[in-house]
């Protein structure tokens, strides 16, 4: 699955994209998964009500599973217009 | 319905006259345009990163979820990333309906919907500082009046 | 802020452009566009009488009230008269603000006055009627909402 | 007093612009006057709720008074935009 990362989120976890091997069933358990993995993921994730996701590139939410899911993204609220 | 996503200045004029131009049943256009303001300590320059992947999807669906709920004969939705300047033209949106209230309402959903909903995420830089543009509460609590 | 009545065509890509340009302070620029709709019977020419006057005077008047009641940067108003056809642009009105809000409530509130308050009155033309348009009760009503 | 008629009320009273002489105190007494002076009057000023009045160039009503008063102007609901 990729996992991508866009504004200050990129910023702290380093890399805008990255290919992660994961069981996770849902987008929190991921996110549990990769803040157990290293400190700059914890330091991204810290506060989830500051993030949003996409799931296959539609806004979606944590709770979602990830079963059959390709692509994955994680951001701040957006700031476009 | 036209969704444009990209780095180059576009000419708003030209847009908003080739969008208005030659319409024979649309009595109401309006049109919305951002621009680069400057900031406390002097913008040097405004950079808009997005999700390139995602970006034309998502508003190629608020735009079709504007002609859905409005009687939109036509609607234009420009917005650049990249680097900007102070005074340039972020984005641009356009409706054209029979009635001005269809036009205006139309145009201010997408623009609610494009703040807070299309995957574009601001950052500005000054003398002395470099800071990611939060989002606004109030842009957020305008989504709830659609 | 400027107010303009004629008879000629305005250029509404140039105006829109050239309103929108250079602007540091000002996010925020919507514009209004109206345009001859073509009417069952097809329509051979709309006429628009004006109170000389008047007019100038009742849009500076709006436009002015438009500038206390919000934070507008800046205000355009360009109404024609005279002999139109299908498709051409009858009026516009621009206006500049900090924020989004702003501009685009001045730009309702400027439509929803002209319409009703200055001295404009449309005669469509077709091939067998000749007729004087109406005022149309919801225009009147759209100005209690300020 | 100049009094000066646009759109349908023109039509009907047949010119744009006149000068009249004229004693009344308001806009009302005004419109009775001319209505009684000549049929195309009272044709014109039969419906005065289908009627508008601007009072020295500036929206007014038909209470208003016509002290000191240059031009009057009848003319039904606008329709610009």
Redesign the interface.
């Known amino acids: 699955m990729d996992v ?1 990362y ?3 989120v990129r910023e702290r976890i380093g890399v805008p994209r990255e290919t992660v091997d994961s069981s996770a069933v849902t987008v929190s358990d991921l996110v549990k998964e990769l803040s157990a993995r290293e400190e700059r993921y914890a330091m991204a994730f810290s506060d989830l009500s500051a993030l949003r996701v ?1 799931v296959d ?3 979606s939410d944590f709770d979602a599973t990830l079963d059959g899911v390709r ?1 994955i ?1 994680f ?7 | 319905m036209r969704v444009v996503v990209q780095q180059e200045p576009f ?4 847009q ?3 969008f ?19 900031v406390d300590g002097g913008l040097q320059q405004m950079e ?4 390139a ?2 970006t034309e ?2 508003l190629e669906a608020i735009a079709n979820e504007a002609v859905t709920r409005w009687s939109l004969d036509d609607a234009l939705v420009i ?1 650049r990333h990249g680097v900007l300047k ?2 340039d ?3 641009m949106v356009a409706t054209a309906a ?1 009635h ?2 269809d ?2 309402e139309a ?2 959903f997408l ?1 609610d919907f ?10 500005e830089v000054t003398a002395d500082n470099v800071g ?4 606004r509460g109030e842009d ?1 609590d ?1 989504l709830k009046r659609w």
């Open positions: 991508l866009f504004a200050w996409a590139q539609e806004l692509e993204a951001f701040p609220p957006m700031t476009g217009g | 000419d708003f004029g030209a908003a006259d080739g208005a131009r030659g319409r024979q049943d649309s009595g109401a256009i309006v049109t919305f345009t951002g621009i680069v303001r400057d808009i990163e997005h999700y992947g995602m999807k998502a917005h102070t005074g033209m972020i984005m029979r001005r209230k036009a205006f145009a201010e623009m494009l703040k807070s909903r299309a995957p574009f995420w601001k950052r990611w543009v939060d989002a957020e305008a």
